[in-house]
């Protein structure tokens, strides 16, 4: 749905639906349950893993924008409430199932699910035709899941005392500034300082958290994205 408005203003709106089968997904091979006991048809190795096209993913998504545009002045405010489940590790290596033979034990938000996703961006030409251009950026939490070492149950699997990806971590937000001044030279050739500012704000935007019961630092985040960081440029365009 795209719907024009007064005052250069756009608005739009998508809802998405997306569906993947086959995806790469490794089971041990060398394990089944016969009369309620859980054996090893090969008894000569304890795990055979082989790669199957079991894995699905799907995504559902309300897509909404809003447009201005006015002149050489624009600005963009996006925001995405989004749903992805799986019952596997996605990836270009695919993921691994807990259980080989019940799949569903895995399955939950994916790896890559952000419910709420608002981006704005744009840009706005000063005098002296300094012109300057921003993008923010809020995103919820990503998933992660809660592991443990202690066998839960009576079957030979790794145990996870609560679903998959059950928890979340912090939202994240982040403001990138651009500032460039243009020159006309001669024969038609053209020069630009800019001057790049990410992640303005210097906010900890952590990405990682420890799953691990055992681990000391449960719950608390290990790893991070880059904090503030500035750079200066010239280009030629000839």
Do not use: C
Request: hydrophobic share 35%; no cysteine; net charge neutral.
């Amino acid at each position: 749905f795209s719907y024009q408005l007064p005052f250069d203003l756009t608005v739009d709106a998508d809802f998405v639906y997306s569906e993947g089968v086959d995806g790469i997904l490794a089971k041990n091979d060398n394990v089944a349950l016969v009369n309620g006991v859980y054996i090893e048809p090969d008894p000569r190795f304890g795990v055979i893993n082989a790669y199957h096209n079991d894995g699905w993913t799907r995504y559902t998504a309300l897509q909404t924008q809003a447009r201005y545009r006015r002149g050489t002045s624009n600005l963009v405010v996006s925001y995405t409430l989004a749903k992805s489940t799986s019952h596997y590790a996605t990836g270009i290596k695919g993921g691994a199932a807990t259980n080989a033979l019940d799949l569903s034990e895995d399955e939950g938000p994916d790896d890559s699910d952000r419910r709420h996703n608002l981006v704005i961006n744009g840009s706005y030409i000063l005098p002296f035709g300094i012109q300057t251009s921003g993008i923010f950026a809020y995103r919820s939490g990503m998933p992660y899941s809660v592991t443990t070492t202690v066998q839960l149950d009576k079957d030979p699997f790794t145990d996870r005392p609560e679903p998959r990806n059950s928890r979340r971590g912090e939202a994240l937000t982040n403001l990138d500034l651009r500032v460039s001044k243009l020159f006309a030279t001669p024969k038609g050739t053209r020069v630009t300082l800019f001057w790049e500012l990410f992640n303005v704000f210097n906010t900890t935007n952590f990405t990682t958290y420890q799953g691990s019961l055992q681990a000391s630092n449960f719950g608390l985040p290990i790893e991070a994205l880059a904090m503030r960081r500035q750079q200066f440029g010239i280009r030629f365009d000839f």
